[in-house]
């Protein structure tokens, strides 16, 4: 994680039409979206720690979600290129993804199976929420759903949590059910939530917009 965070820096990051990894329209300081691998998960787990406090994932719960990779996963972090505010320009950069030195900041994944999705987990840095990496990753995941011929996209949410809630209701996300006490930690509610994903005009024609908010 980083003391740092997007105060000073233009804010929210444009992600309108961004469908998959690479550079936000054409600004080389852009977060960018990348596939996760193996070898991000131990720098992601303080994040996840943060995020989830005592119901976090272990790292063997990391991998395990990896190895479906990509029959049934997709997993994807978000980075932020050195020199942004809070990015002193480390050198133990990612070894693909938004350049030598980027950080990663974020982290979302998917379950795809038959024609239904599930947002696995979605987390960002604390010190970089508000900066529009979820929205990032929330699209990314949504267009991934749509490539893969899902239909809707489910999730479970902490009924306290608005901050997830606030992205999940911009993202078109409705109430489905409760699940009574399902979380452990304080035994508050889940939210389930759905969210269709729009179906193709005709015989091969593209998902484009199955990730853009409303
Ligand atoms: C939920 C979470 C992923 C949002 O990530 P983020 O990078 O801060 O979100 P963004 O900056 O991209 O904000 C996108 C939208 O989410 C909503 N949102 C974000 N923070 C919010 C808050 N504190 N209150 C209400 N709505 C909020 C807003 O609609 C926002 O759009 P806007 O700023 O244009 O109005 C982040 O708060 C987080 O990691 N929380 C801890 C882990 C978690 O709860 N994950 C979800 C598990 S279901």
């Known amino acids: 994680m980083s003391a740092g ?3 000073g820096h233009a804010g929210h990051a444009d992600p309108a039409g961004r469908t998959g990894a690479g550079p936000v329209g054409s600004d080389p300081a852009a977060p960018t979206v990348r596939r996760m691998r193996w070898w991000d998960v131990p720098a992601l787990l ?7 406090g005592t119901d976090a994932w272990t790292e063997a719960g990391f991998w395990s979600e990896l190895a479906g990779w990509p029959e049934t996963r997709h997993y994807v972090v978000a980075e932020v290129p050195p020199g942004e505010p809070g990015e002193p320009g480390g050198s133990s950069g990612p070894r693909e993804g938004g350049g ?3 950080v990663v900041h974020g982290f979302g994944g998917l379950l795809v ?3 239904e999705a599930t947002v696995q987990t979605l987390a960002v840095d604390p010190a970089w ?3 529009g990496l979820g929205r990032l990753l929330l699209e990314d995941l949504l267009a991934e759903a749509g490539h893969r011929g899902a239909a809707s996209v489910w999730l479970e949410v902490r009924a306290d949590n608005a901050a997830a809630l606030g992205l999940y209701d911009r993202f078109g996300f409705e109430r489905a ?5 399902y979380y452990a930690q304080g035994r508050v509610d889940a939210v389930v939530m759905r969210r269709r994903v729009r179906v193709p005009a005709g015989p091969g024609a593209r998902v484009r917009d199955a990730g853009v908010a409303p």
Do not use: H, N, T
Request: proline share 8%; aromatic share 4%.
């Open 100 to 102: 030598p030195g980027a």
């Open 177 to 181: 059910g409760v699940r009574r006490g």
């Open 46 to 52: 303080p994040l996840e720690r943060a995020s989830f």
């Open 129 to 131: 929420r508000g900066c």
């Open 5 to 7: 965070g997007c105060a």
């Open 113 to 115: 199976a038959a024609d």
